[in-house]
């Protein structure tokens, strides 16, 4: 199951709120409804990369650099490969016992 990245502004609301407000993993999730568990990771990553302060520093605020260096790392790579659905489809005709 991929995930996509939230908003731009659900980004910098997590940051506002985590250190402006003082709000919980918890009420950023129930305000913003995203889940408490997506709330926590964009935050340890913020804290990886020192965003750990709001306002933020003047250049880090602009998008491109939250874009590329929190944004990127919530897609997941996938694991298998999508199968080949037309293969499959024309085998399970073939072979009506499947």
């Not at 990553?45 to 933020?56: D, F, I, M, V």
């Not at 080949?84 to 073939?94: C, V, Y």
């Amino acid at each position: 199951m991929s995930t996509r990245p939230i908003s731009m502004s659900k980004l910098h609301a997590i940051l506002r709120l985590k250190y402006s407000a003082k709000l919980s993993h918890r009420e950023i999730a129930r305000s913003l409804t995203i889940s408490p568990g997506t709330v926590a990771n964009y935050v340890k990553k913020a804290n990886e990369l020192g965003l750990n302060q709001w306002p933020l520093p003047e250049d880090k605020q602009h998008g491109t650099f939250l874009n590329t260096k929190i944004r990127d790392f919530s897609t997941r790579q996938k694991r298998y490969p999508t199968p080949d659905w037309l293969t499959i489809n024309k085998d399970l005709k073939q072979h009506k016992h499947l």
